[in-house]
């Protein structure tokens, strides 16, 4: 009995490492930089409204360690917290959710 728990156990602990690295790898980060550029960069570059300055590991690990998931709904569908907040989709409504997402991950891809 110990023997199948164990194995159950393994594996689901191998499908959810699967399902978290699926869900990062829908984003495109490359094709994320383009809308960092013309969208993001203005807060997160200089910190405005306590938005978390790319490259800043201090500020970015706690906001890693919650997923892609958690980051990318924030960032469509706006999000304010203890230390400022977040527009829906940067202030950009013309974004489709997919850019946006394409930008969490490259803001996050130089923030690790």
């Given at each position: 009995m110990f023997r199948f728990v164990s194995i159950a156990l393994f594996a689901v602990s191998i499908v959810c490492m699967g399902a978290t690295n699926a869900s990062s790898a829908r984003y495109d980060k490359l094709a994320g930089k383009a809308t960092y550029d013309a969208t993001c960069a203005m807060c997160h570059k200089a910190g405005m409204m306590g938005a978390p300055k790319v490259g800043d590991k201090a500020a970015w690990a706690a906001r890693i360690k919650q997923g892609m998931d958690v980051m990318v709904t924030?960032?469509?569908?706006?999000?304010?917290?203890?230390?400022?907040?977040?527009?829906?989709?940067?202030?950009?409504?013309?974004?489709?959710?997919?850019?946006?997402?394409?930008?969490?991950?490259?803001?996050?891809?130089?923030?690790?």
């Open positions: 924030r960032a469509i569908n706006g999000f304010r917290g203890k230390k400022g907040m977040m527009p829906k989709k940067g202030g950009n409504p013309k974004l489709t959710d997919a850019q946006v997402g394409n930008a969490v991950a490259y803001m996050v891809s130089r923030s690790k």
